[in-house]
């Protein structure tokens, strides 16, 4: 029997269904195009949960959920705890230093540290900021994972495009920008990623390479790839990446390491992050819905945080700090 409908099959959607699992809550998942790949935006994240580098620039919720999100995703998906380098060239060693000003649990590194923790970047790099408790998953196999648990458990996501007018009981709606006509103030914000292959070059962890106009994060993934992301752009245009997002992102690798420039460009892809106007996810109850919306650049680091809220929510009537009534 079903107890909820969650509409979605992003990462939101699933870490939804999986939480109402966990409270004995039946959930029935439906997505337009099924099990989440191209079609989300989940699909082009960099998997960093990485609560103290946001906290940056993100709002004080970010971090406090996002310092759980770790140990939330281990019982689902394979978490590599290395930290986060941070780094900026020379040029640019100001903004190191505003970095670190905006941001805790950091300690500084000199040229030999940065050495220690990454090998590939010895002679490269003089000075940076390394946070030891961050850690990174693999979006693509985390998606997967997910699925996997939520099938194992006898929720397969099925195919069905459907609006909430279209259901009746009780709803999760969490489906990103598709939702924006009933959440007043959603906006995309477009971002953009390059894969590349190397065998040239090793990371162990997430690099940062900050610049005043476009910083760069650099996530190993596994058989040689890298993640390079991700641009920021205030704008709900569609399409590919564009020529100058493709050249700042690639030029900012190969000012990470100049060996960059050998690798093979095995994909690239954009998409539209849904947000608010804080840029806080949040948990929207309307009437029998609850919106699960406004993930904007933290979908891994924070989808665990609102799928709990919203299932506690439909278990015991508590609303927790990212509920909103609309």
Known sequence: MTDVTILGAGVAGLWAARSCLLRGIRPRLLDRTGAAGRHSCSWWAGG???????????EPPVMRHGRLAASLWQGVTNVYKRGTLVLAPDRDRAELGRFAARTSGHTVCDAAAIASLEPDLEGCHKRGLFFEGEAHLDPRQALTDLADSLEASGVRVEIADLHPRDITGLIID????????????????????????????????????????????????????????????????????????????????????????????????????????DNVPRVVRRGQVLHLNGLFRHGYLMAPALAEQAAEFLLTGVRGDLFHED
């Open 48 to 58: 960093m949960l990485a609560p103290e580098c946001e906290g940056a620039t993100a």
């Open 174 to 277: 969490c489906r990103g920008l598709a939702a924006a006509e009933s959440l007043d103030g959603l906006r995309g914000v477009r971002g953009e990623m390059i894969i590349l292959q190397t065998d040239e070059v090793t990371l162990n962890r997430p690099v940062r390479l900050l610049h005043p106009r476009h910083p760069l994060y650099v996530v190993p993934r596994a058989g040689g790839l890298f993640m390079l992301g991700a641009t920021q752009i205030e704008s709900e245009a569609r399409g590919p990446i564009t020529t100058r997002s493709a050249l700042e992102l690639l030029s900012a690798a190969y000012a990470l390491d100049p060996r960059f420039a050998e690798a093979a460009i095995v994909e690239t892809g954009a998409d539209l992050r849904p947000a608010f106007s």
